[in-house]
Structures are given as C-alpha cells and as structure tokens.
C-alpha cells in the first residue's frame, strides 16, 4: 500500500519561510517522479513544483520560482519544498505526489501522477 505523508504546515506571517516534508512508503521512491500541488479555497488544484527521480531536473510554476526549492533524499523516502518569501497568494493545502513515468523534466498535469498524499495547510497571513 502505497502511502505519501505531507507535514511541516502552518501559520506563518508574509515574508516568512516554510519547510514541507514528503515521507513516502509502500513504493520504490528512487524511481518516481515526485511533485508538490496545492489548492486554494474555490480554486483548482495546480501544480508548484516536481523533480525527476534522482533530482537531476526541476521544474517550477512561475509564480514561485527563486522562492521555492523542490529536493528529494531517496535515502531517506522523503521529498522536500523549501518555502521562502512567502506571500499570502501561497496560502493552499500543499499535496505531493508520485509519478511512475520517468518523463524529462518532471509533468506538470495533475493526471500523471499516480499517487497523492492527504495534504497539509499553509497559510501565509498578511
């Protein structure tokens, strides 16, 4: 049973930084794609940011690139979002998931990945 684990929301003031954690198991995670959504009250669910599966390529919504960084430790199951300069647009449930697609660089749609976790809320105050 595949199982992805967000943590590591929360409050946090405009300008401040945030750390989301990924911890995956019931798959081999060294070969997947992983990728961070997020969705915001009365919105679709878009895509922020994904990394291929040994990290070699990123890619990156515009609204976030030079504030948020994706990274992914196979040692260890778990896929990161460092979050900086956050602003209160990037306030979302963040969700990660898993792609079993080797594509170069990492799918930005939705519907290539296979696996989601339950997601964790961030909310950026103004």
């Known amino acids: 049973q595949v199982r992805l684990v967000e943590s590591g929301g929360g409050l946090v003031q405009a300008g401040g930084s945030l750390r989301l954690s990924c911890a995956a198991s019931?798959?081999?995670?060294?070969?997947?794609?992983m990728g961070w959504f997020r969705q915001a009250p009365g919105k679709e669910r878009e895509f922020v940011a994904a990394?291929?599966?040994?990290?070699?390529?990123?890619n990156y919504v515009d609204s976030v690139k030079g504030r948020f960084t994706i990274s992914k430790d196979n040692a260890k199951n778990t896929v990161y979002l460092q979050m900086n300069s956050l602003k209160p647009e990037d306030t979302a449930v963040y969700y990660c998931?898993?792609?079993?697609?080797?594509?170069?660089?990492?799918?930005?749609?939705?519907?290539?990945?296979?696996?989601w976790g339950q997601g964790t809320q961030v909310t950026v105050s103004s």
């Open positions: 998931a898993a792609d079993g697609e080797w594509s170069v660089p990492p799918s930005k749609s939705l519907s290539d990945y296979d696996y």
């Open positions: 019931g798959l081999t995670f060294s070969r997947y794609n």
């Open positions: 990394i291929t599966w040994g990290g070699s390529s990123t």
